[in-house]
């Protein structure tokens, strides 16, 4: 197959799939969903999504995210991981969305990721699902599988991500990283693979990945 005819067994098979894409992460404003993104590195969705519920009874806004401590804010996600830098990023970025943006979420990526603990992939996220703009964010999962369908040299996110935009068409981008998202984990994982239910990756995965696969079988 040429990797256009890749892409589009890609976008056909995703949608068979999902026709209907659920949102990862549980939130209900921008406001919410940046906390939840940023919250999520290093993190599951699963326990994010238990987190979350915990934060946002006490603060689902930053002008009541301010009112608590770096500590109080700390001691609520510490299961996240990485507790000490989320919760200054968490507390610092709530005061610049008061001081500079009148409480709102900027819809920008210059402006997310200049806000504390935001870097691109956070940036990413927020644009695309609160705020509906064309971006396609790379995590571990897209990024294993945009390499495994010989999509990507897999170098590193930042390759992945210029040539996810490069192959689908920038209409579907916000729709499809998630249905990737989704597929990878529950066809595709990076532990427990049964190549026989990713149908994907069985049909135009990389040859030298499929050998090995085949060799550990035998």
Not at 11 to 18: E, S
Not at 53 to 82: H, Q, T, V, W, Y
Not at 90 to 103: E, R, V
Not at 156 to 177: G, R
Request: aromatic share 8%; glycine share 4%.
């Amino acid at each position: 197959m040429t990797k256009k005819e890749r892409s589009t067994f890609v976008i056909n098979t995703l949608n068979d799939f999902y026709p209907e894409i659920p949102i990862p992460l549980d939130h209900k404003d921008p406001y919410t969903l940046l906390i939840a993104v940023l919250l999520s590195a290093q993190c599951t969705d699963v326990r994010v999504n238990k987190i979350t519920p915990l934060l946002f009874a006490k603060a689902d806004n930053p002008f009541d995210m301010i009112k608590m401590s770096i500590e109080e804010i700390k001691e609520i996600i510490r299961p996240c991981g990485l507790s000490p830098m989320k919760s200054k990023g968490i507390h610092g970025l709530s005061h610049i969305l008061i001081d500079k943006y009148n409480g709102e979420v900027p819809q920008s990526f210059e402006a997310l990721e200049a806000l504390p603990a935001v870097g691109h992939k956070t940036a990413s996220v927020v644009m695309s699902q609160a705020f509906g703009v064309p971006a396609f964010p790379v995590d571990t999962h897209i990024h294993r599988l945009m390499y495994r369908w010989n999509l990507t040299s897999g170098k590193n996110v930042v390759q992945t991500e210029k040539d996810a935009k490069a192959i689908f068409p920038k209409e579907l981008w916000n729709e499809l990283h998630l249905q990737i998202i989704w597929y990878g984990r529950e066809y595709s994982p990076a532990r427990g693979w049964d190549i026989e239910k990713d149908i994907i990756t069985k049909t135009i995965g990389r040859k030298d990945i499929l050998k090995q696969l085949e060799k550990k079988s035998r």
